[in-house]
């Protein structure tokens, strides 16, 4: 969206005011973000990680949103280096409870946020079935079918195939809040009837990088299917890597790693995950709103960042903050110095809006 040649990206939240607040997971869909940020002057956090520009890659896209992929197979690609997150390693990770089979479950990755295509995320579904999605909790669909598939939107197809956590295996989920990643494991699950068993992960950057690594993969593996997609596909809002048998060179064996990235822009700038408020607000209380903004372009940029309340399609709170030199691949927390003072009525609804306000933006 642009407004007087300055390009906005939003993000929205629904917030209810109820005489008992509740801290609720917080999926922000969109460049716009609804969201309470606190006072204070804005604070830079390096995310303490070397970027990869997608436009270095070159063995797979750019698909229509500018994504590309690389795997550690080619010259160029990324360095396979497993990070064990589960109690067996000894690793710091969470165990999700997810098992039996064609399940489902919910992380909340909230304070870490992904961009990922148009959106922004903080709470990702995961299928028992090896596939994530950022807006999908419904079925676990142990058939894997070819991308793009429309039933499973926002997706990471790390092994989707019929794969069995009824006798063994379990999924675990660490954030590294020093490196600023979000690592989802799937240890020791195995193939329904037989085979496996399968140990694979996702690793999330903040700046977007995805990478897929597969540890221990047993046969059979050439039925899966492995790759992302953005929303339902459509726009060629997709990359596959590899979906049952073809191309035969991507079959995934050991000690592999896939790196997917989307193309670096000159000047692109977004609203990254909205730290508060998450879900309920107390009436009469008064909300400091607070987000994270990430430079995912190539140079260093000085923008505003805008903050709106609505209640009933009627504007009662408008803010704006300025970020200064934020460097390529930084988040930056937005803090409003105005307060929102919420009406002490109790069951108003209200939406929350956080957005940037870059001139000559390249991806609004």
């Known amino acids: 969206m642009e407004q007087g040649g300055v390009a906005m990206k939003r993000m929205l939240i629904f917030c209810a005011a109820l005489a008992l607040a509740l801290a609720l997971p917080l999926s922000a869909a969109g460049k716009q973000l609804d969201a309470a940020i606190s006072a ?160 694979f992960e996702v690793i999330l950057h903040a700046d977007g990088t995805i990478l897929f690594q597969y540890l221990d993969m047993n046969t059979p593996t050439s039925s899966s299917t492995i790759g992302i997609q953005g929303a339902d596909g459509s726009s060629n809002y997709f990359l596959q890597y590899y979906e049952n048998g073809a191309p035969f060179a991507n079959e995934v064996h050991d000690s592999l790693a896939i790196r997917f990235a989307h193309q670096k822009l000159d000047h692109d700038v977004k609203p990254l995950n909205i730290v508060s408020p998450i879900a309920n607000v107390d009436p009469g209380g008064v909300i400091n709103i607070e987000a994270n903004v990430l430079n995912y372009g190539l140079n260093t940029e000085s923008f505003d960042v805008g903050a709106e309340v609505e209640s009933s399609g009627v504007m009662i709170y408008q803010s704006f903050e300025a970020v200064s030199n934020l460097d390529p691949s930084e988040v930056t927390a937005v803090v409003f110095s105005d307060p929102w003072f919420v009406s002490t009525g109790e069951g108003l609804s209200y939406d929350v809006t956080v957005y940037t306000m870059l001139l000559g933006d390249m991806n609004s």
């Open 40 to 199: 204070g002057p804005v604070v830079k956090a390096p995310l303490g990680f070397e970027s990869s520009p997608g436009i270095a890659l070159g063995t797979g896209g750019p698909d229509g949103y500018g994504y590309m992929w690389i795997d550690s197979d080619t010259a160029g690609g990324p360095v396979f280096d497993w990070v064990g997150i589960t109690s067996m390693e000894g690793g710091s990770g969470t165990n999700t409870g997810i098992a039996g089979d064609d399940t489902m479950g919910t992380i909340n990755m909230s304070p870490f946020g992904f961009p990922f295509y148009e959106g922004s995320f903080d709470v990702i579904h995961v299928s028992s079935n090896g596939f994530l999605s950022f807006t999908h909790s419904g079925y676990s669909y142990p058939t894997n079918l070819p991308l793009p598939d429309s039933n499973i939107t926002d997706g990471l197809f790390l092994f989707w195939d019929d794969l069995d956590l009824r006798t063994q295996g379990s999924i675990w989920y660490w954030y590294d809040s020093a490196n600023t990643r979000f690592i989802i494991e799937f240890y020791d699950v195995m193939h329904f009837g037989s085979g496996g068993p399968y140990s």
